[in-house]
């Protein structure tokens, strides 16, 4: 099973997961590490 759907009770928390993932990736693309995403609150 897909993990982010085993974590998930429904669409809308899906929908969320999606989110912050696509945030916290686009956010490394442009070169902001885990430290400063932990800072940010997004990790």
Known sequence: MNPTLAICENEGEVAEEVRITVFH?????????????????WS
């Not at 990736?25 to 609150?41: Q, S």
């Open 25 to 41: 990736e686009v956010a490394h693309y442009f070169g902001i590490d885990d430290e400063e995403l932990r800072e940010l609150g």
